[in-house]
Structure formats: structure tokens, C-alpha cells
């Protein structure tokens, strides 16, 4: 008995070293996190790029896989919550006429009607008809909106449409400046701009005004829909710190549980 315990344990300790021995055989980027996505800082005072400098982004929030059925949850969630249906059909008590009933209830051999306005009749009221205005709002998840915007952030960085600038300061409201900015950099038809603040710039402010397919956001309004209908989204550095706090607050809270359950008016 003594001589079988003996071979397994020599067994044993000779798999634990082998094991050993494999792990540290490993290459290091497998026994390391990996290292934070990096971005080109770019300017916005010259039509032409400059490279201003470099920034990381957090891999939670940038270099996540991306869920795509999570942001077509965030599509739906954003088209209808917004949309207000007016179609209306009258019921019989608001059709007009009808008062009185049509004929006799006996005597004459007819089918028995109180008024010509019953849904049973043509020119009467509706039954089960849709009523306005109804609304089509309901709540995504808390968690599901958090995803979506994470998923989207990585996707538009995977795609390099995501650029990072120092700060939206232009030297000029002229509305051109802007287009051969956007054509010589190569942004794509349609641009969102994001900023920390929702005081923007004076000179991009005018600037993009008359421009449609040019937007400016606030960082507090970023959504899915509005990165996805934009072909390219350029955030500056405070944009990026901003973004980068709030969802990784949200998605390291310890109150979970609480924000997933089931949504209230009153809440």
C-alpha cells in the first residue's frame, strides 16, 4: 500500500512540474493584461493633420466585443420611444346620427337593431379600432443602454471611424473651413462632434450650423443611434475622460440588481 501511495505522488509532482514548466513557457502578452488601445491626438486649428500627440483609451470601454444584438436593442429601443401613432376610428357613440332605432323590434320579419350606427352597419362606429394618440415608449434595461454604448464606441474605433482631437477651437466661423476639414481628413459625408461641454465654441458652433450632415453633442447626450447615423465621430480628450468615468462607474457599481429591475415612472 505504502509503495502505491509513493507512486502517486511522485506521479503527481511530476504533472504539477510539467505544468509549471508549460505556463512559463508561455508567451508573455497570454500571462499579462493586455495594453490599452492608443489613438492619434490630432489638432483642429489647420485644415491639414497634425499629430498633436498620443492617448489611451481603457479597453472596457474601447476594445470591447462588440454585441450587436445589444445595439440593435438600443435602435429599436430609440425609434419607438419617440414615436406617437395618430391613426383614430370612431366607436358608435361617436358616430354621428343613429338615434333612433330603425324600425320595430317585431313584426316585420327583420333582423332586430337598435341603431344604424352599430359597427354591424356601413357609416358606423368601429369596434376595436386603433385609438390616438398611442404611444409606442417602453424602457430598455439600464444595463443593455450601457452595453450599447460601450458596443458602439469599440465598433467605431475597430472601424477607424473614431478619431480623438485636443479641443474643437477653429480659427474661423466660415462654414467652408469646416467642409475642406472634413474632406482632407477623409471623416466621411456625415460627422458628430462630441465635447465634454454643452457651451461649445463659438466658431464651430456658427460654423456647423448651416452645415446639415455636420452635428455638435453635448457628451451627457451621446447615444447609439446618433454614433451609428454619423459615419465618423470625433471626440475631443475631455470627451473622452468624461465617457470613460461614467461607464466604468456604471459598469463596476454594486448596485446592480436594484437598477435591472423591473422600471417605474416614479422611480
Not at 77 to 83: D, E, G, L, M, P
Not at 193 to 221: C, K
Amino acid at each position: 500500500m505504502l509503495k502505491i501511495l509513493n507512486i502517486l505522488n511522485t506521479s503527481v509532482c511530476s504533472n504539477i512540474a510539467k505544468a509549471s514548466a508549460s505556463t512559463s513557457a508561455l508567451p508573455k502578452v497570454l500571462s499579462e493584461w493586455s495594453p490599452p488601445r492608443q489613438v492619434w491626438l490630432e489638432n483642429m486649428s489647420t485644415v491639414e493633420e497634425k499629430k498633436v500627440g498620443i492617448i489611451e483609451l481603457n479597453n472596457s470601454i474601447f476594445g470591447a466585443a462588440p454585441r450587436i444584438d445589444i445595439v440593435h436593442q438600443n435602435i429599436e429601443w430609440q425609434r419607438k420611444y419617440r414615436f406617437v401613432s395618430f391613426a383614430h376610428t370612431k366607436t358608435r357613440n361617436e358616430v354621428r346620427g343613429g338615434g333612433r332605432k330603425p324600425w320595430p323590434q317585431k313584426g316585420l320579419g327583420r333582423a332586430r337593431h337598435g341603431s344604424i350606427r352599430s359597427p354591424l352597419w356601413r357609416g358606423g362606429g368601429i369596434a376595436h379600432g386603433p385609438r390616438s394618440p398611442t404611444t409606442h415608449f417602453y424602457m430598455l434595461p439600464f444595463y443593455n443602454r450601457v452595453l450599447g454604448l460601450v458596443s458602439t464606441l469599440s465598433i467605431k474605433l475597430a472601424q477607424d471611424d473614431l478619431h480623438v482631437v485636443n479641443d474643437l477651437e477653429i480659427p474661423t466661423d466660415d462654414p467652408q473651413y469646416l467642409k475642406d476639414l472634413v474632406a482632407a481628413r477623409l471623416w466621411g459625408p456625415s460627422v458628430l462632434f462630441v465635447d465634454s461641454s454643452d457651451v461649445l465654441p463659438t466658431n464651430i458652433s456658427v460654423g456647423a450650423e448651416t452645415i446639415n450632415h455636420i452635428n455638435l453633442m453635448p457628451v451627457y447626450g451621446l447615444n447609439v443611434y446618433s454614433m451609428l447615423k454619423h459615419n465618423t465621430l470625433v471626440l475631443t480628450e475631455s470627451a473622452i475622460k468624461d465617457i470613460e468615468r461614467k461607464l466604468l462607474e456604471h459598469l463596476n457599481r454594486t448596485d446592480a440588481r436594484a437598477l435591472m429591475s423591473k422600471f417605474r415612472y416614479d422611480k
